[in-house]
């Protein structure tokens, strides 16, 4: 079994910083893009920003020059770091995993943690 745990969700002020960690774990044999999705109540989820293993980048327009996301794939974990942070930003933030079991024949599936509150507000 597989699971993805993030951290690092809170409460902080407009212009503050937090950073978000989400670790994989389990029988993992390889992890193909690592992202965030966040989800506003009343809104759909919508993506914040993937990464691939070699590191290329992806960011929704909106978090652009704001966020970083990172991974470290000898702990088969991905980062968040989110700057400027605005009220807007909260959300729940979940953490994604296109991954491959070990056992499953080099099918890849798609993984979700429970998700991190971020509540940014003054």
């Known amino acids: 079994q597989v699971q993805l745990v993030e951290s690092g969700g809170g409460l902080v002020q407009p212009g503050g910083s937090l950073r978000l960690s989400c670790a994989a774990s389990g029988s993992i044999f390889s992890i193909n893009v690592m992202g965030w999705y966040r989800q506003a109540p009343g809104k759909q989820r919508e993506l914040v920003a993937t990464?691939?293993?070699?590191?290329?980048?992806n960011y929704a327009d909106s978090v652009k020059g704001r966020f970083t996301i990172s991974r470290d794939n000898a702990k088969n974990t991905v980062y968040l770091q989110m700057n400027s942070l605005k009220p807007e930003d909260t959300a729940a933030y979940y953490c994604n995993a296109d991954l491959i079991q070990s056992g499953s024949y080099g099918y890849s599936d798609d993984y979700w943690g429970r998700g991190t509150q971020v509540t940014v507000s003054s």
């Open positions: 990464i691939t293993r070699g590191g290329r980048t």
